[in-house]
């Protein structure tokens, strides 16, 4: 019986490495590529006024449009592979927590006949709000 257990949650284990594996080696290969490129270095101009308001380098956009666009893991693949301060990911990571895979979740919030306009509109709202006073009390310590 507890070899079956621990069978199963091995096989179970190994399940979900794979499973995130393959969103988050990629992202961190892709970003890391990025930062040989001049391509990295444009988006971090590009976005440093924005992500300045958070107290986060303009490459920490990059992480902030994977974890909306896909999923948190992606953009846990590319806070690995970007140079961060453990405040600067713990201020992503708050931000994410209100905003995170927007097309997966908008698809559930419209099938339950909430406003899809005032739901991401709630939730990216928030994650600035909470992002620049984070951001701003990190900048502080």
Avoid: C
Avoid at 27 to 53: N, Q, S
Avoid at 63 to 83: D, M, Q
Avoid at 86 to 99: C, D, H, K, N, V
Avoid at 131 to 136: N, P, S
């Amino acid at each position: 019986m507890m070899l079956d257990s621990i069978k199963k949650g091995f096989k179970n284990g190994i399940a979900t490495t794979w499973m995130l594996g393959k969103v988050i080696i990629p992202v961190y290969v892709f970003v890391t590529f990025l930062k040989y490129t001049p391509v990295l270095d444009w988006i971090a101009y590009a976005f440093k006024p924005l992500m300045g308001v958070f107290n986060l380098p303009g490459e920490a956009a990059i992480v902030l449009v994977l974890g909306n666009a896909l999923n948190l893991y992606a953009a846990i693949g590319a806070i690995k592979a970007i140079t961060l301060t453990p405040m600067q990911i713990t201020t992503l990571g708050i931000m994410l927590s209100f905003s995170h895979s927007l097309f997966v979740e908008t698809a559930v919030i419209k099938k339950l006949n909430v406003s899809i306009g005032k739901f991401i509109a709630l939730r990216v709202g928030l994650a600035l709000v909470v992002g620049a006073i984070v951001g701003q009390v990190g900048a502080l310590l």
